[in-house]
């Protein structure tokens, strides 16, 4: 009897109820039948009688089929959120909007988005309810960058950077399985900092997330946004990542728009994700029912700010329109760095000069409203969501610094 060596790897499936040889539900090619003691299906009687039977296994002669068993955590169950999360992660959308549509790369002069990049896996994390602050009334004496932030679920994500940064954080939480070295839990700064690379302890370098912006990209490729391509760069060749999807880049630089020019105390529609991209072969069906879509689109400004990519999704504004659109957001950004949220100063302390004029609401009433917008997320979602807004709220506090910090 030959084994095979192949390993296929699928989803498990429920075993059908059909006995029928000719049911045209089986997906295995008929075989011919085996007697008793070499049958590929195992059985056993439990306790009462009744006879059970599995697959059987490559002792048995029958073939070897992986799965992995986190894919059925949750299935079916009305607890997973999963579904409602978006198509593409924050990280994502903050690569599409510095990458150039034909180039294929960033720009070699920003400095800023790889240590941005690392605040928004915290975010993402958080906003996927992996991490929080540490439940503890004496944080309030601490500066937000110092507030420590533990696991609370370490289940997957099915994203590959996610799933590495929340594994160091657990590991480093839980400390050595033999108790050789203690565990410890870090601050939202500290682990912005190690997952940068930015840190002088070297028994902390190993924290460092490797080659984010590369990996990222060929994520996307995966998903059919981005293609890959050889340049020639006078003395080596490198692989870059033009934009295949195109709609899809447009669709974010859309929504940037929206929220930053709005004239309304309403938050429009087209600047919350999820919406289906007319156009797109990737993100052709909306998804109705995407978790905290204020306090993500709230984020994805406050990023693209940050990582210096804010200026590709302006670029068809005119001159007075793009300044006002960046006063907006740098009021935005200063607002949304006080914890709890509104409590800081509501004036507005934007550090660029701005023409005022025309009708419609200040600035003050705009971020006042979806202040109140991200509020009611945080509240009318689960027990304990204020902690994983609060590692929001201090990621964006260490956005605002970051001239300081690189």
């Known amino acids: 009897m030959s084994a095979q060596t192949g390993l296929s790897r699928r989803r498990a499936a429920a075993a059908s109820s059909s006995n029928d040889p000719d049911d045209d539900r089986s997906e ?37 089929v992986a799965y992995d068993p ?65 439940k503890d009334p004496a944080r309030r004496r601490l500066p937000l960058a110092e507030r420590q932030i533990e696991v609370i679920s370490d289940r997957q994500t099915g994203e590959t950077i996610l799933d590495e940064a929340l594994r160091m954080i657990k590991g480093h939480q839980d400390g050595s399985p033999d ?80 929220l930053l020019t709005a004239r309304t105390t309403t938050i429009p529609p087209a600047a919350l994700p999820g919406a289906a991209v007319k156009g ?14 204020v306090t993500r689109a709230v984020s994805l400004v406050c990023a693209a700010y940050a990582a210096s990519v804010l200026d590709n999704a302006l670029v068809r504004l005119g ?34 000069a701005v023409a005022s004029g025309g009708s419609g609401p200040s600035s003050k009433e705009l971020i006042g409203a979806l202040i109140q917008a991200v509020k009611a997320e945080m509240v009318g979602g689960q027990e304990g969501d204020d902690l994983h807004f609060e590692i929001v709220v201090t990621v964006f506090e260490i956005f605002s610094r970051m001239d300081s910090l690189l």
């Open 28 to 64: 295995t090619p008929t075989r011919p039948a085996l007697p008793a003691s070499q049958s590929t299906s195992s059985s056993f009687q439990d306790a009462n009688g009744t006879r059970a039977s599995h697959a059987g296994t490559a002792l048995a002669g029958g073939s070897k």
């Open 70 to 134: 986190r894919d059925l955590v949750g299935a079916g169950s009305g607890s997973d959120d999963e579904g409602r999360i978006p198509k593409l992660t924050l990280l994502e959308e903050i690569l599409l909007l510095g990458i150039k549509d034909r180039a294929g790369y960033l720009s070699f002069w920003n400095d800023n988005i790889s240590y941005a990049l690392r605040g928004c896996i915290l975010i993402e994390l958080a906003l996927r309810r992996r991490i929080a602050i540490v």
């Open 179 to 258: 108790g050789v070295t203690p565990g410890e839990k870090l601050g939202v700064g500290n682990w912005v900092d190690l997952l940068s690379g930015e840190t002088w302890n070297v028994m902390k370098i190993g924290f460092q997330l490797k080659q984010v912006r590369e990996r990222l990209a060929k994520g996307l490729v995966d998903k059919g946004i981005l293609r890959t391509e050889k340049r020639n760069f006078l003395l080596f060749d490198m692989a870059t990542h033009p934009v295949a999807d195109a709609a899809v880049k447009e669709s974010i630089m859309t929504r940037v728009v929206a």
């Open 280 to 293: 797109s072969s990737v993100l052709s069906t909306g998804q109705t029912n995407i978790q905290f879509p």
């Open 319 to 352: 001159y007075d329109e793009r300044e006002a659109a960046f006063s907006r957001c740098d009021d935005l950004l200063t607002e949304f760095t006080a914890w709890p949220l509104g409590s800081g100063s509501a004036g507005g302390t934007s550090r660029r």
